[in-house]
């Protein structure tokens, strides 16, 4: 049984900030511990809720880096659409891959650009997440969230739980994955999403429920002087009244 932990203060990390321009940074100097070079294991467990006997879903992957993820999802015949800062993650993903791609300017976003496979069904954005919309790609059905709600300047959450429930169509199944840790001993990113919170930023307009809290401790976060870290997968869809 994992311990609630409700003693910790959420306010703890209320005002670190990472700029856009850091993350760029920790591409270029391949500081990217947060990267896996395997499909994650908590999609590939819960894909079946996900896809929920659907063929050809179209996902989104907020802040998308280089993730295996897509390509898994492509290759089973689904739509990926990725949202990205950092170039070099866009770039690697397609190269690594084995995949070609082309690169075009975005007139509705200025100053990005849109990476996009020639053999797959990937579109790679590279912008700011908050510029992204459903102008842009329409919304999805599909949403797997790693890395994404965690890494966020946690004063912005209400700002992106607002753009991902506006990207959601009304069949979403929206896979987000948290961390509990205690914030105290390690500042982050990533950062600790308390069960609490999931509920305040989408419980008004989503049902949430949670399929997985597994134990995910290991020697890189113990250096970090954490005695415990513990990963959740929720599904979130939209209320349907």
């Given at each position: 049984n994992t311990p609630t932990h409700s003693f910790l203060n959420v306010?703890?990390?209320?005002?670190?900030?990472?700029?856009?321009?850091?993350?760029?940074?920790?591409?270029?100097?391949?500081q990217t511990g947060w990267h896996r070079?395997?499909?994650?294991?908590?999609?590939?467990?819960?894909?079946e809720k996900v896809l929920d006997g659907r063929k050809g879903v179209k996902f989104f992957f907020p802040l998308c880096g280089k993730a295996l993820d897509m390509k898994w999802l492509a290759d089973m015949g689904h739509s990926v659409v990725g949202v990205e800062i950092a170039e070099k993650a866009i770039k690697q993903f397609f190269e690594e891959s084995n995949m070609t791609y082309s690169e075009e300017t975005v007139s509705a976003l200025p100053g990005a650009k849109v990476y996009k496979s020639s053999e797959r069904n990937i579109s790679l954005y590279q912008c700011d997440l908050y510029n992204f919309s459903s102008a842009i790609e329409g919304q999805f059905g599909g949403i797997w969230d790693r890395g994404s709600l965690v890494a966020i300047n946690p004063r912005d959450r209400q700002k992106y739980a607002a753009l991902i429930t506006s990207l959601m169509d009304k069949d979403c199944r929206y896979l987000l994955d948290t961390l509990l840790y205690n914030p105290e001993v390690y500042k982050g990113p990533p950062f600790f999403v308390p069960d609490e919170q999931v509920q305040s930023l989408f419980g008004k307009s989503c049902d949430i429920e949670l399929l997985q809290s597994l134990d995910a401790l290991t020697d890189r976060e113990k250096a970090r002087g954490m005695d415990f870290f513990t990963e959740k997968v929720h599904l979130i869809t939209l209320k349907t009244n």
């Open positions: 306010y703890t990390q209320a005002d670190r900030v990472m700029a856009l321009g850091e993350w760029e940074e920790r591409w270029r100097e391949d070079p395997h499909v994650n294991k908590m999609l590939e467990s819960n894909i």
